[in-house]
């Protein structure tokens, strides 16, 4: 009787590989694996594209630094004053896309981020870019809650107003009104 069932569960095994064998000669069992290989495919080509994209911008913040590092441009700004304002200028355009910091702390301007140049020279085109991590002490004379920014093709700008200038009001003096409990020396 033991010999009996395991017979009948050996011969189910068979049919059911009989079964697999009927779906592939049907043609059914490669199409599943072709499309199932397509949308493996299509997740792996996903997958590369958003690892491609925040490696370039790895790759873009690493090199940069190593360019400036051996020899890049050590000036990257410059002061300007106007009657009313003062205005840090920055040679190239901001790149926004780069995700760039701007803090104003404590009489401090900071600002990291990537700035664009595009410019001929020799008759070609050249673009560069420059990654930038500079805090800089704000003169007192500026209004540093009222800034505001400009990013130009070639240049960005920050522009502080200027503080208006007040006269202080000097209190008045006046000599003591004599008393009688006063001590005469």
Same mark, same amino acid.
């Not at 500026?142 to 920050?158: C, G, I, Q, T």
């Not at 502080?160 to 005469?184: A, C, E, G, Y």
């Given at each position: 009787m033991k010999f009996l069932i395991v017979f009948i569960l050996s011969f189910s095994s068979f049919a059911q590989t009989?079964?697999?064998?009927? *779906? ?6 490669? =199409?599943?694996?072709?499309?199932? $290989? #397509?949308?493996?495919?299509?997740? @792996? ?8 994209e925040d490696y370039n911008k790895l790759f873009d913040r690493s090199f940069m630094k190593q360019l400036q590092i ?24 901001? *790149? ?6 701007? =803090?104003?702390?404590?009489?401090? $301007? #900071?600002?990291?981020?990537?700035? @664009?140049?595009d410019y001929t020279l020799n008759g070609r085109r050249n673009l560069s870019k420059t990654m930038l991590n500079l ?51």
């Amino acid at each position: 009787m033991k010999f009996l069932i395991v017979f009948i569960l050996s011969f189910s095994s068979f049919a059911q590989t009989a079964q697999q064998l009927r *779906d592939m000669l049907n043609g059914n069992s490669f =199409e599943q694996y072709e499309k199932l $290989f #397509e949308d493996m495919i299509k997740d @792996i080509e996903e997958l590369d594209r958003t690892q491609f994209e925040d490696y370039n911008k790895l790759f873009d913040r690493s090199f940069m630094k190593q360019l400036q590092i051996l020899g890049g441009k050590r000036q990257t700004y410059q002061w300007k004053e106007t009657k009313t304002d003062r205005m840090i200028v920055f040679e190239g355009r901001l *790149d926004e896309s780069a995700d760039p910091v701007i =803090e104003i702390k404590n009489d401090f $301007f #900071e600002i990291k981020g990537t700035f @664009i140049q595009d410019y001929t020279l020799n008759g070609r085109r050249n673009l560069s870019k420059t990654m930038l991590n500079l805090k800089v002490s704000l003169p007192k004379d500026v209004d540093s809650s009222k800034v505001r920014y400009e990013n130009k093709e070639n240049n960005f700008l920050v522009i502080f107003p200027k503080k208006t200038k007040t006269k202080p009001t000097k209190p008045i003096r006046s000599p003591l009104k004599k008393n009688n409990s006063d001590v005469i020396i």
